[in-house]
């Protein structure tokens, strides 16, 4: 019968866990026995005994879930020390971003396993289902991150850039209003897309390297959040172009993950999240749902569990094909 596990987090402050206790009961009453590393959803307040009332059973150490289990469900890529870990029997489900990261790509190539990433899924509407629910606390988060590292009171004089208009740069948006904002301006290569979006008072502009400057120079927090279905990230913001910004601007880098979108972005952490050039602040943290752990681990929990389920009872539908990035070494 095939095992699924749920090890604990060890990317660096990724405190969320893969499946809730929620989910993991509904696992075992369908018949599937789940191994949870102890104390894997304790950051997102879920305790082993949570686990254990839901069916689970409860091992020491991520040695034991790998070797157990076959469908390994994850929040975040496996880290240098899940490498010898991994194996043909296994099938890995998580976020992986490959683009930005060849020596996993070719970790997880050299292990033999399957990898399902949740980043490349799409649905029959062409959407990303997971990466959505992720990426809208991204950007709500990661505009809050920038008001806090402002500190201001006149909202009124802060100019607001949000680069791309996905869910993350929607998010960004309206958490931006909610919390007054009033100069918020947004650039996409799709301008028809955010049009209408000036009707409910944003400025819309169409991407271009003129437009793009033009707005660096006035703004004082750019959101960048721009998204390549399985590529890098394009750097579209260069030196000259970081150091036209005003003194303790601030670039949240959503795109971080895929490599980053300007050219002095390289991953951060949630506990020293500023890279700073010139007079430019640039945040890189490539987990920010991190930051609220409970919540987000209940949206990703909640969005995968169908895929969990189809892929435990080896149901590969189109959406799971379209997950999967490597499947027997290739």
Same mark, same amino acid.
């Given at each position: 019968?095939? !095992?699924?596990? #749920?090890?604990?987090?060890?990317?660096?402050?990724?405190?969320?866990?893969?499946?809730?206790?929620?989910?993991?009961?509904?696992?075992?009453?369908?018949?599937?026995?789940?191994?949870?590393? %102890? $104390?894997?959803?304790? *950051?997102?307040?879920?305790?082993?005994? +949570?686990?254990?009332?839901?069916?689970?059973?409860?091992?020491?150490? !991520?040695? /034991?879930?790998?070797?157990?289990?076959?469908?390994?469900? @994850?929040?975040?890529?496996?880290?240098?020390?899940?490498?010898?870990?991994? $194996?043909?029997?296994?099938? =890995?489900?998580?976020?992986?971003?490959?683009?930005?990261?060849?020596?996993?790509?070719?970790?997880?190539?050299?292990?033999?396993?399957?990898? !399902?990433?949740?980043?490349?899924?799409?649905?029959?509407?062409?959407?990303? &289902?997971?990466?959505?629910?992720?990426? @809208?606390?991204?950007?709500?988060?990661?505009?809050?991150?920038? $008001?806090?590292?402002?500190?201001?009171?006149?909202?009124?004089? /802060?100019? =607001?850039?949000?680069?791309?208009?996905?869910?993350?740069?929607?998010?960004?948006?309206?958490?931006?209003?909610?919390?007054?904002?009033?100069?918020?301006?947004?650039? +996409?290569?799709?301008?028809?897309?955010?049009?209408?979006? @000036?009707?409910?008072?944003?400025?819309?502009?169409?991407?271009?390297?003129? $437009?793009?400057?033009?707005?660096?120079?006035?703004?004082?927090?750019?959101?960048?959040?721009?998204?390549?279905?399985?590529?890098?990230? *394009?750097?579209? =913001?260069?030196?000259?172009?970081?150091?036209?910004?005003?003194?303790?601007?601030?670039?949240?880098?959503?795109? =971080?993950?895929?490599?980053?979108? %300007?050219?002095?972005?390289?991953? %951060?952490?949630?506990?020293?999240?500023?890279?700073?050039?010139?007079? %430019?602040?640039?945040?890189?943290? &490539?987990? #920010?749902?991190?930051?609220?752990?409970?919540?987000?681990?209940?949206?990703?929990?909640?969005?995968?569990? &169908?895929?969990?389920? +189809?892929?435990?009872?080896?149901?590969?539908?189109?959406? !799971?094909?379209?997950? #999967?990035?490597?499947?027997?070494?290739?």
């Amino acid at each position: 019968m095939l !095992i699924i596990g #749920i090890p604990k987090e060890i990317k660096d402050n990724e405190n969320r866990v893969s499946i809730t206790p929620n989910e993991v009961s509904k696992l075992t009453s369908e018949g599937f026995k789940v191994y949870v590393q %102890t $104390n894997a959803g304790i *950051n997102a307040y879920f305790t082993d005994n +949570d686990y254990i009332n839901s069916g689970a059973i409860i091992c020491d150490t !991520i040695e /034991e879930v790998y070797k157990y289990a076959n469908l390994i469900v @994850k929040v975040k890529e496996p880290q240098k020390y899940e490498y010898d870990l991994i $194996n043909s029997s296994h099938t =890995i489900f998580t976020f992986f971003h490959f683009a930005s990261n060849l020596n996993l790509m070719k970790a997880m190539q050299k292990s033999g396993a399957t990898c !399902i990433a949740y980043e490349t899924i799409i649905n029959q509407e062409g959407r990303f &289902p997971i990466l959505a629910e992720m990426s @809208k606390i991204a950007g709500e988060e990661g505009l809050i991150a920038a $008001n806090k590292f402002r500190c201001v009171y006149d909202l009124s004089d /802060e100019v =607001i850039t949000i680069i791309g208009v996905g869910n993350v740069g929607l998010a960004s948006a309206y958490k931006a209003k909610d919390l007054g904002y009033k100069n918020i301006n947004l650039i +996409d290569k799709n301008f028809y897309k955010i049009k209408g979006l @000036k009707e409910e008072g944003f400025n819309v502009y169409e991407f271009s390297n003129l $437009n793009l400057i033009y707005l660096l120079k006035i703004s004082n927090i750019i959101i960048g959040s721009i998204y390549n279905n399985g590529e890098k990230a *394009n750097k579209l =913001i260069c030196d000259d172009m970081l150091k036209l910004m005003s003194e303790r601007s601030i670039i949240i880098d959503v795109a =971080i993950d895929q490599g980053g979108m %300007t050219s002095q972005s390289k991953p %951060t952490s949630i506990l020293e999240p500023i890279i700073k050039f010139h007079n %430019t602040n640039i945040y890189c943290v &490539p987990n #920010i749902p991190s930051v609220v752990p409970f919540k987000a681990t209940q949206r990703l929990s909640s969005v995968i569990y &169908p895929y969990v389920i +189809d892929i435990a009872n080896k149901k590969i539908t189109d959406e !799971i094909s379209s997950g #999967i990035n490597i499947r027997d070494g290739l």
